[in-house]
């Protein structure tokens, strides 16, 4: 094999908000040059003003600026970067774009077009799992060309089973069928959405897993043969698909469930001739069975947690990948050390369910201290808008054990202020509380239900307390209309105790 080795001096990053911040500190931090392209609606947002330069792509909406694979393509020839960083969405896993980068000699950062393609079809990513040896969950390998065939196979199977279109991923296109008389509509149903959200209507059978985790392995892949695994991260946490919180390691995976999952993923990447960091989704049953799902052909948003646990830096990793670099032995057979929990703050209500939240962050006041980061892509007086993911900041912890991590969650959680907005915050001191989570117990339809159930409502006491912040700038308020002379000999204790009450009323912090 010939590698290319290069060492790149300028990288474009066709991304935004917090992952762009994410890869520009990479680069700092190796001395190389970070370029940002931008759109109208985020001419002053954080990348833009941290980068080393900036380019405006387009209007506000995507599909006429960070989608312009042409357009950054040629932007990078013009401005002479070595090579572009995709992070995360966007173009990040187009295949495509990735070919137009090599055909202009630019190199992209990550996996080859053809390993992205690969795992583009489902029956055909279930095949080559099944021939490298990978577990797959139980079902058909082929096309179900009628509703009569899909029929036979599931009563071969047996019910309950799951209906999937080939095309599908991360949630899309799928349905549950518990009996034989549910089966039509579902039939109809998937290959109606698989036709038009992938213009494929190609679907198959699998056998239902049962409230199972999902559980995902890091892996790094270099230019010359060699692949690590870094370990999992539990992902059970998700809403609707959109995960939520993540950890590492899993609470329900031991030393020998990681070896064999790692050496699974590893597999996983051997058959797809995969290069640079990638991630292998499993399912994992509550009998601590194993199931190949998808592959991520992508840095992930959740990828912090991994590297608080591992010491490595992923994005540092991905960089020295593309150079041509290998990877060194000390990657090989890491453990875990400690634990670190991942919290996403999106600009959603999540007691309105989860509707949008746009707007200006009148006050961000960030967490510190030990066991903290922030990977943040706002400023305070930004503005959030609604045309990309809302996703606007991930608060992530490490601690000794996982009740360490917890406790300095819990910590961290109460430093953290964001006012202007309403944000996912409030939802993670609550799921502090829950029993289930404080156990590790997880499975991925346990948001969903517990959010149903209002189990993860704000206490009592949080809307007692903001009632009550209410009251007291009513008081003040009236106080202060009433005696002006005395208010203004206040001394700096009362000034202090009013401002707080303004906060607390402009803050409605539910924790
Ligand atoms: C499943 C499953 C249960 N049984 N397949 C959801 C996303 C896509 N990658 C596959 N998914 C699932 N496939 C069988 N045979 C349950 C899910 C699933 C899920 C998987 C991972 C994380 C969250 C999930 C939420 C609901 C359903």
Redesign the pocket.
Known sequence: MTVQRQAFEKVLIANRGEIAVRILRALRELDKRGAVVYSDADRTALPVLLADEAYRIGPGPSIESYLRAEAIVELATRIGADAIHPGYGFLAENAGFAELCADAGIKFIGPPPAAMAAMGSKIESRRLMLAAGVPV?PGGDEALESLEAAATFAQELGYPV?LKASAG???KG?RKVRQPGELPAAYRAVRSEAAASFADDTVYL????ER?R?VEIQILADEHGKVVSLGERECSL?RR?QKVVEEAPSPAVDRDLRRRMGEAAVRVAGAVGYTNAGTV?F?LDSKGNFFF??MNTRLQVEHPVTELVTGVDLVRAQIAIAEGEPLGSELENIEPRGHAIEVRLYAEDPYRDFAPSPGRIERLRLPEGPGVRNDCGVYEGDEVTILYDPLLAKLIVWGANRAQAMDRLGRALSELRIDGIRTTAPLFQRLLADEDFRHGRLD??MLDRKMAAGELAPSLTAQRRELSAIGAVLEHLDQHGRQTAVSRSHGQRDRWREAGRREALRGRRWN
């Open positions: 969950v799951m991923g991360g949630g799928m699998e056998k239902l897993v199972p999902h998700q698909h989704e399912l799902l998808e991925n339809g």
